[in-house]
């Protein structure tokens, strides 16, 4: 393993310490929502709109906001 350096290569021991951290990276998150993309509505309004499409009796955009509110803060604590 030969990792170009400024000025002459690595170390082996420095190439293989940074293999070895690369290998253990298990995932990598972004925060997409206002960086990459942008909703034209909240998301509990999404998902109403599409209850609708398929449900008898939806819930509303309004009832469903505490609920993803809720998932969130729950998904935040097991998955920091």
């Known amino acids: 393993v030969e990792v170009q350096k400024e000025g002459g290569h690595m170390k082996m021991k420095t190439a293989q310490r940074l293999m070895k951290t ?16 942008d909703h034209q509505e909240s998301i509990a309004e999404t998902y109403a709109r599409c209850a609708q499409l398929t449900l008898t009796d939806p819930p509303s955009a309004e009832e469903m906001q505490p609920a993803f509110r809720r998932a969130f803060k729950e998904a935040s604590k097991n998955e920091p």
Request: without cysteine; hydrophobic residues 55%; neutral net charge.
């Open 22 to 37: 690369v290998s253990v990276i298990r995932a990598i998150s972004f925060d997409i929502t206002g960086t990459l993309i």
